[in-house]
T-cell receptor, first 114, second 111 residues
Framework: DSGVTQTPKHLITATGQRVTLRCSPR?????VYWYQQSLDQGLQFLIH???????AKGNILERFSAQQFPDLHSELNLSSLELGDSALYFC?????????????FGEGSRLTVL | AQSVAQPEDQVNVAEGNPLTVKCTYS??????LFWYVQYPNRGLQFLLK??????LVKGSYGFEAEFNKSQTSFHLKKPSALVSDSALYFC?????????FGAGTRLTVKP
């Protein structure tokens, strides 16, 4: 158990809809990272939050947004969903301000868009 | 921008034989390199990392990795493979802002 909790584990929805994925980081970790894993594109970095502030953006679509709340949990919002958004979405947390520490991953949220 | 590459999509080895999963990196400055393993329908699990110091890094489950600065490589190795090592392996490079992953290598260990 990594200590990172993601909900829901599975989600099935229709095109055009909006969903919210939730992540609770390990106790003490200030950084939260979001990744998308699809069959044909590997693990893509989406966004990184540190202590409530956006630290870095990767290949995140404009239809997607994220935030980190004062209690340090994070939410990833996906809107106007398309079939191609079907993927595993991972959250990871890590020690703040250090590039030398490993990240700890949740079990992921599997999104299926029909 | 920092990046890593995993040149092999698939590696097959027989149980008991040594295994190597390859990774090369491209960074400016000091590389902070990581290996992760992913089992089916699970999150990524940390195996080991290279930050500085000894070029041979030992990690979990008997895995080790060799950092080679001249070849910009960070290959994952294990002296004797187990069937239970069959999984998807990712190499990664990290800076303060993000961690970037390779495309992954699927390791299959056959009995």
């Amino acid at each position: 158990d990594s200590g990172v909790t993601q909900t829901p584990k599975h989600l099935i929805t229709a095109t055009g809809q909006r969903v919210t994925l939730r992540c609770s980081p390990r106790s003490g970790d200030l950084s939260v990272y979001w990744y998308q894993q699809s069959l044909d594109q590997g693990l893509q970095f989406l966004i990184h939050y540190y202590n409530g502030e956006e630290r870095a953006k990767g290949n995140i679509l404009e239809r997607f947004s994220a935030q980190q709340f004062p209690d340090l949990h994070s939410e990833l919002n996906l809107s106007s969903l398309e079939l191609g958004d079907s993927a595993l979405y991972f959250c990871a947390s890590g020690l703040s301000g250090r590039a030398t520490g490993e990240l700890f991953f949740g079990e992921g949220s599997r999104l299926t868009v029909l | 921008a920092q990046s890593v590459a995993q040149p092999e999509d698939q590696v097959n080895v027989a149980e008991g034989n040594p295994l190597t999963v390859k990774c090369t990196y491209s960074v400016s400055g000091n590389p902070y390199l990581f290996w992760y393993v992913q089992y089916p329908n699970r999150g990524l699990q940390f195996l080991l990392k290279y930050i500085t110091g000894d070029n041979l890094v030992k990690g979990s489950y008997g895995f080790e990795a060799e950092f080679n600065k001249s070849q910009t490589s960070f290959h994952l190795k294990k002296p004797s493979a187990l069937v239970s090592d069959s999984a998807l392996y990712f190499c990664a490079v990290r800076d303060l802002n993000d961690m970037r992953f390779g495309a992954g290598t699927r390791l299959t260990v056959k009995p």
